[in-house]
């Protein structure tokens, strides 16, 4: 019991890390979460630190998440992959380190569904990158990556504990994005610098 106890509380704070922050803080001497966004995750890491800081954050949040997903095979315990990835993405979104506040959920979330079904994180990655050449927004590929991930989980996996997390972290990533839907509706979203939408825009 006590070991199962540590798990969930060292994938808590594993979660927690906050690479965007702190690589701000101490190469750019920057708070990530006084400019742009403001939100301390990878869109606003490559907006604001640049690309070779936004591609570390952005493998480290996935890898946190994976290493979180893997703590029960590293100490021999059964349970669920997914409850214990739960505690890093709670982690992310609700940090120690920045007064339990965080990122969106997003890449720590992906990282949790590559050790807990490989076939689907790939299917994710895929609609999410499609979406980012369509739409050329960060915001509108997330919302639709966690939207297809739960519907293969309803429907196609038939996965209740998968369904039931994929589902309440749609909800809760439509929630944390509700300003960037606001702004999306409105034909003001920031849109990144490649993809179809940019290049309707630019020309």
Known sequence: MEKTIMVFVLAYFIGSLVP???IGKIFFH?????EGSGNIGTTNAFRILGPVAGCFVLAFDILKGAFAALLPSFFGLDINVM???????????????IGFKGGKAVA???????VYNGP??????????????????VSVASMVGFSFASVMSVF???????????IVL?????YRHRQNI???????????PFGLVYWLKKS
């Open 30 to 34: 920057k708070d990530i979460r006084n």
């Open 108 to 114: 720590t979330s992906a990282g949790v569904l590559s």
């Open 182 to 192: 606001g702004r999306i509706l409105s034909g003001n979203e920031s849109t990144i």
């Open 156 to 166: 196609y996996y038939h996965d209740l504990v998968l369904s039931i997390i994929a």
């Open 170 to 174: 749609t909800g809760f990533v439509f």
């Open 120 to 137: 689907l994180f790939w299917m994710v990655c895929a609609v999410f990158v499609s979406c980012l050449i369509l739409f050329s927004m």
């Open 83 to 97: 409850l214990v990835g739960l505690f890093a993405i709670i982690g992310h979104t609700y940090s120690v380190w």
């Open 20 to 22: 965007g922050y702190w």
